[in-house]
């Protein structure tokens, strides 16, 4: 119809969402734009997380606005120098949510349930991908006189395994931390493009509303152009004492 034309027609110049089913569902959502609520109590909780050796309006509103990426985004990458707060806006988000989402478990007040459906708790592991070589993290195939060609699961299986036990009703991040080479940019474009990804370990990678990951790098140097339209990006500066407000 013409309302399906016309949404297709945006999502095609501006791609605001991973997918135009995604992008239509959150424009015709007569609630997508009423997260304000949300935010103004995220920023409540902040206080009492944030270190007073961290200059606070510019950590808030970063913390914030990575809230906002993960909602419309399934993959987000946190680019900028060391000590640009990388971690800090992370760790940040992790704990504001989970203290705000604890206090939803308390109220019988479904209405205030609602103005928060996005406040869940969070889970998080941190893969090195940097750490070692490729083989060892993210697994190889080998070759064996007895059983022939197998799998050798690398470092990344089993956080995949630990992200999701005791994960029910959580949103779980994954966090890879380190440089984007050539070769981890072409694994991150091979997942990002599907609800479902299938690594080569067999692990599955579900893109539903309950999973996300989060790329924390120095450097956006590598990037493959063809990511764009699925990543959200959280530019970092660096961070000096005299940036405190």
């Avoid at 103004?40 to 913390?63: G, R, W």
């Avoid at 707060?85 to 760790?91: A, E, L």
């Avoid at 996005?118 to 991908?129: A, G, Q, S, W």
Wanted: glycine share 4%; charged share 20%.
């Amino acid at each position: 119809n013409e309302l399906d034309l016309l949404l297709s027609l945006i999502f095609n110049v501006f791609h605001l969402f991973d997918n135009f089913d995604k992008f239509k569902g959150k424009i015709i959502n007569p609630n997508c734009f009423k997260d304000d609520n949300e935010l103004d109590a995220l920023a409540v909780c902040m206080k009492s997380f944030i270190h007073n050796t961290l200059p606070l309006t510019y950590i808030e509103n970063q913390t914030l606005n990575l809230f906002s990426l993960l909602i419309s985004h399934r993959i987000v990458i946190v680019h900028g120098p060391s000590q640009s707060g990388k971690s800090s806006v992370i760790n940040l988000l992790k704990q504001s949510v989970n203290k705000l989402a604890d206090e939803m478990k308390q109220t019988s007040n479904f209405n205030l349930v609602q103005q928060y459906r996005h406040i869940k708790p969070i889970k998080i592991e941190t893969f090195y991908n940097s750490s070692d070589s490729w083989n060892r993290n993210f697994g190889y195939l080998m070759s064996d006189q007895a059983t022939g060609t197998i799998w050798s699961h690398g470092k990344l299986s089993s956080y995949l395994n630990h992200l999701r036990e005791n994960s029910e009703n959580c949103l779980k991040i994954l966090v890879f931390d380190g440089y984007m080479d050539d070769t981890f940019v072409n694994f991150v474009s091979q997942i990002a493009t599907n609800d479902i990804s299938k690594l080569n370990s067999f692990d599955y990678l579900n893109f539903n509303d309950d999973f996300r990951i989060i790329i924390k790098t120095n450097s956006i140097d590598k990037l493959n152009p063809s990511l764009i339209p699925f990543c959200g990006f959280l530019p970092m500066k660096s961070i000096h004492k005299n940036d405190f407000n």
